[in-house]
């Protein structure tokens, strides 16, 4: 008797992710990316995309460089159709690499704000507020605050003096001009953790009506305790992504410190979204507690929504393609068709197409109130004019 043909088994679909647990911004990486693979989780338990398993092979690069490009030639053999990026200089260092390759990468909330040009960067997708879009969605939340006009007002920048903290400058300068406002910039030199004689110019001698903040790791504690020390009301600072987590809040001195300030997020802050209670009940399925990174709900959360928008360009291309055998251009097209996910709530109206490859440039802003983030604004998007502008020309 001729012996039953094996079962083909069904091949994974690969993402390479990128990581840092234990380089200078491992203060988000160590929520993020176990946000990441709880999505991918929760996927998978529900049968994968198409009957395909997604699989998220992680690498730490550290936040270095040559780190980053190492592990992309490793992803990139594994067959990964994307590239989760991570880190402004690793992006700038692959856009090259995955224009040639023809391999979509995604850098939400960093990376090179002008990839969401999608003619000029077919292959980078910023798929959140890019640094661009966070300048100018917290200079309109200062003019709000301060009654409707800049005029005349003075507003310091506050930035880590690298290629992430460099990168909003265009625009700032751009709606100084257009708004009328005074513009000092305060240039905080890595590692970050001594910024001292900063805050003092900025305080003593500048006297800002608005302080605008532009840090991550161990950095954005320092600018909280340090504000707080020279008596500058929080309430009258708004803090960049990277500076807007509960881990920032803790290592700052906790909530009473921290107390007014705000800070600018691109996805949903809090456990209240049907999705994150969904992979607490996966969890408790197989006999285990919530991780506890969960609590960190700012980089966690970003974490699954980062998940949550490549598992849709995936799921846009197996529908398209009629089968899981698809390729990085297939998953390309995919991101380009993402309109009206919202995932309850979580994920800005994103609206993604071979044009616009961040999705609308959607923020909220959250601010430490009462032993945590409270919302203060919905979902709002910044001078969308002086952007495409800029995106057109490149800066």
């Avoid at 698809?326 to 994103?350: N, S």
Wanted: net charge positive; charged share 20%; glycine share 12%.
């Amino acid at each position: 008797i001729a012996a039953a043909a094996p079962v083909l088994a069904q091949k994974d679909i690969v993402i390479g992710l990128q990581c840092d647990r234990t380089g200078p911004t491992q203060t988000v990486g160590v929520f993020l990316c176990p946000g990441y693979h709880d999505y991918i989780a929760l996927v998978n338990s529900k049968g994968g995309v198409g009957g395909a398993k997604i699989k998220a092979i992680e690498i730490d690069h550290e936040y270095k460089v040559p780190a980053a490009v190492e592990s992309y030639e490793r992803h990139k053999k594994e067959g990964a159709v994307l590239i989760s990026l991570y880190g402004t200089p690793q992006t700038q260092a692959l856009t090259q690499r995955l224009t040639e390759d023809k391999i979509p990468g995604t850098s939400p909330g960093f990376g090179t704000a002008a990839a969401a040009n999608g003619d000029k960067y077919p292959y980078i997708f910023p798929i959140a507020a890019s640094y661009w879009s966070q300048a100018a969605g917290a200079v309109q939340f200062a003019k709000d605050k301060l009654g409707k006009s800049l005029k005349g007002k003075k507003i310091a920048y506050l930035f880590f003096d690298n290629p992430a903290g460099r990168e909003p400058l265009p625009v700032l300068e751009a709606l100084a001009k257009e708004e009328g406002f005074e513009m000092r910039t305060f240039a905080v030199p890595p590692p970050g953790v001594e910024m001292g004689a900063q805050i003092l110019d900025i305080v003593q001698r500048f006297r800002p009506d608005f302080i605008i903040t532009h840090l991550f790791g161990r950095s954005p504690s320092v600018s909280i305790k340090e504000l707080k020390r020279a008596g500058y009301p929080l309430s009258k600072v708004v803090g960049f992504v990277w500076g807007a987590s509960e881990a920032d809040v803790a290592a700052a001195g906790g909530w009473g410190v921290a107390e007014g300030y705000y800070a600018i997020q691109f996805a949903g802050v809090g456990s209240d979204y049907p999705v994150l209670k969904e992979i607490v009940a996966m969890y408790k399925k197989q006999g285990k507690p919530a991780p506890k990174e969960m609590a960190t709900t700012v980089f966690y959360n970003r974490g699954v929504l980062i998940a949550a928008v490549h598992v849709e360009a995936i799921r846009n291309a197996v529908k398209a393609k009629g089968g899981t055998n698809i390729t990085p251009q297939d998953v390309k097209l995919g991101f380009e068709k993402i309109k009206g996910f919202t995932l309850g709530g979580l994920v800005p109206p994103l609206e993604i197409n071979n044009v616009d490859h961040e999705g609308g440039g959607w923020v909220q802003i959250f601010q430490a109130k009462g032993g945590k983030w409270v919302k203060a604004t919905e979902w709002f998007r910044a001078y969308p004019t002086l952007l495409r502008k800029m995106l057109a020309t490149g800066g």
